[in-house]
């Protein structure tokens, strides 16, 4: 399990990592400190659990829990904040615990239980579903929906998401986007491309028994070891 504990406080996360690894010692533990640090974790690695304060310098957990419901396959909330007052907002949020400070072992523990049940189920649909990805711009974020995206690019060390339109640099991996979007309807067909099967306007021969493919904006090359994975995807 990778969690994510984000809290203005020093000695809150420093306690609470502590009673996490009390029960859990082999799950890895990130750490931030306002809306940005957090972000920039959850846009650039895999999370499956974050623990959330709601009250953040010059910032709500809020905006950040907003931000997670709208990510494909997002990870669990659990808010651990001492205001008692934002509960409802918090489960209206999809989070899974609201948990007081101070904290406690015991609750600390029943947390984890079912944040043990919660991972054991299969979540049915999830992929299927609409789902819109959080982009960074400066101090804005931008909720790109998954349905305009027709490639991912790995380009000179950045990762750029392509619409009909325009292209937005993301922080995110090649590599995360290929894990998240597997089954669904998009597929690698060089190391360096991601394409939506269904942005796919022309399919033209290239050289050595690969393949060019036209989109809107943007030409996508199908390298060698992908030609076999990318013809049997399309059935010829």
Known sequence: MHLLLVDDEPLA??????LIHNQRKDWQIEEAASVEE???VLLSQKI????LDVQL???????????IRQMPNPPLVVFATAYQEYALDAFNLDAVDYIMKPFEEDRIEQCIQKIDQLAKRPQAGSKAS????????????????????????AEAGNT???????????????KSFAEKL?????????????VRLSAIKRI???FNQTYMLSLDQLKVPVSRSYTKIFRDKLGF
């Open 57 to 67: 310098v010059g910032e709500t957990g809020l905006k950040i829990a907003d931000v």
């Open 38 to 40: 957090a972000l920039t």
């Open 182 to 194: 597997a089954d669904q309807d998009f597929l690698q067909v060089h190391r360096s491309y991601i």
């Open 160 to 174: 750029l998401l392509y619409t009909s339109s325009q292209s937005y640099n993301s922080s995110e991996t090649l």
């Open 48 to 51: 499956d659990l974050v623990f």
């Open 13 to 18: 996360r420093d306690e609470l990592q502590y």
């Open 204 to 206: 033209e021969p290239y």
């Open 130 to 153: 609409p789902k819109r990805f959080p982009i960074q711009e400066g101090e804005a974020i931008v909720l790109l929906d998954q349905a305009d995206i027709q490639a991912i690019v």
